[in-house]
């Protein structure tokens, strides 16, 4: 599994503030954290991997606001409970009418890393989202008094594309498909569950 992160982006008239989370092993490849290799993360290995984590955090996105570079502070860094690794930084800035993203950290990652990214807004409507990867770890929002668009909108398109190689390329859900087929009685009843 290549692996999947996510990023999300909250927009206020004074910051942007990004969440981004990452599964542990992903991150772990460019800052080890484990130190004894015991497949756990105890408070005092994490607390000699912060440093490090910091100096990464502050790289692993980057916003641009009107075509003018925003810096990043870091507000936190946690491993949650489910081993994921959170990060909290925030972007000052004002109104804007074109917004940049980028994600450097993805081009570190595993070939294959995929970033689900969302942009919200101070009411948390869904303004902007798509999947990054190493290929193409930037897009922009055009951000207008009437509307805000995606200057390229495949969001769905890239969802769907995921869903179906995520299927294809487990045996698991394959033999679940069979399963059906096999039991369903008709490909009209199997497509129903199917779909």
Known sequence: DPGLSAADLRMTS??????????RRDIESIVPIDADHDGSVSDTELSAALPHLQIMASGMIEIDVDNQGVAAQITAI???????LQFQLHFPQKECSRLSVSTPIVTKLSRGHRQYISVRDEKNNLIAERI????NPVFEVVITRTAITMNNSLSFRQFLILGIEHIAKGYDHLLFLFGLLVVGGSLWSAGRIIT
Request: glycine share 0%; hydrophobic share 45%; aromatic share 4%.
């Open 132 to 135: 990054l990867n190493a290929d």
């Open 78 to 84: 946690e491993l949650d409970q489910s081993d994921a």
């Open 14 to 23: 004074s910051k942007i503030s990004a969440h981004l989370t990452f599964a």
